[in-house]
């Protein structure tokens, strides 16, 4: 009897010891590039902050990039940030751009171009379209968040509805909303000999993706209700921007970030559009 006894304290000791030893993992899915689609969750783009500049030679090197990633992948969201007071589309007198450069290169006084940023915390490392693989790792089928939009622009105003939809569970998330132009013609300088023939200066050059101005705050509006199965919707109704050019070519992109301000995911749409969710059936 007592050897029964023994050996039962001693099973109950390893018992309880493996217990205490053990770790619980949150049942998160595979994200990678040859994970397969989960039913559920969501599709997940890059976003690219790019800083560039009409008059930066070395700037067409990026968009080049662009187009060598689209070559393989569609999940990319893009941002051109012009600065400078030589070009006219610049932002860099704005209020919200000393804050959006120390946010994404901290200390960084001189902004020399290009520089590109990816989900707001990876540099692009140059020459971008040869690592094209640092932009494509951070794309997926699997990420535990989607966002659509619905998008009005008619007589002076923009209205549009964002909307995030969660699988999976998460906290301090703020979003980002940010209103661009497309088919703005303006003379680039360029400097890299396998952009339009190695033309020094590329004439009538089509600037797309021009920040014109935030709805949010550039770091983000905070979010509640980021639970699973939950959808929020943020709604914004306001003129025009004064600076854009043509509002038939506006667009707009929207972008979850996380305590950390990094991009968690993003979605691009144009105007008058509505989107349904890329969330895997």
């Not at 030589?86 to 290169?105: N, T």
């Not at 622009?153 to 979003?175: E, M, T």
């Not at 929020?232 to 667009?251: C, G, R």
Request: charged share 15%; aromatic share 8%.
């Amino acid at each position: 009897m007592k050897k029964i006894s023994y050996v039962l304290v001693l099973f109950l000791a390893l018992f309880m010891f493996s217990c205490s030893d053990t770790n619980i993992v949150k049942n998160i899915p595979d994200n990678g590039l040859s994970a397969p689609p989960i039913s559920g969750y969501f599709k997940q783009n890059v976003l690219l902050e790019d800083y560039t500049g009409t008059w930066c030679g070395n700037c067409t090197r990026i968009p080049y990039a662009v187009e060598k990633f689209k070559e393989v992948s569609s999940k990319i969201v893009e941002v051109a940030i012009h600065n400078q007071s030589s070009d006219p589309y610049k932002v860099d007198s704005k209020p919200f751009f000393a804050q959006l450069v120390q946010l994404i290169f901290p200390g960084d006084i001189v902004l020399g171009l290009p520089k590109a940023k990816l989900n707001r915390t990876k540099t692009w490392t140059a020459f971008e379209y040869l690592n094209l693989n640092e932009a494509l790792s951070l794309t997926g089928n699997n990420c535990g968040l989607g966002l659509s939009m619905k998008s009005v622009v008619a007589n002076g105003n923009i209205n549009i509805d964002v909307n995030v939809k969660f699988a999976q569970n998460y906290s301090n998330l703020k979003l980002v909303v940010v209103v661009l132009e497309n088919n703005l013609i303006h003379d680039q300088i360029n400097y890299n000999s396998y952009v339009g023939n190695g033309d020094h200066v590329l004439t009538n050059y089509v600037h797309n993706h021009v920040l014109r101005a935030p709805l949010t705050d550039i770091l983000g509006d905070a979010i509640l209700g980021s639970t699973l199965g939950q959808k929020v919707t943020k709604s914004f109704s306001v003129p025009i921007p004064t600076n854009v050019l043509n509002a038939d070519n506006i667009s707009f992109v929207a972008m979850i970030v996380d305590e950390n301000n990094t991009v968690i995911n993003s979605r691009a749409i144009g105007s008058n559009e509505n989107q349904a969710f890329e969330q895997n059936p």
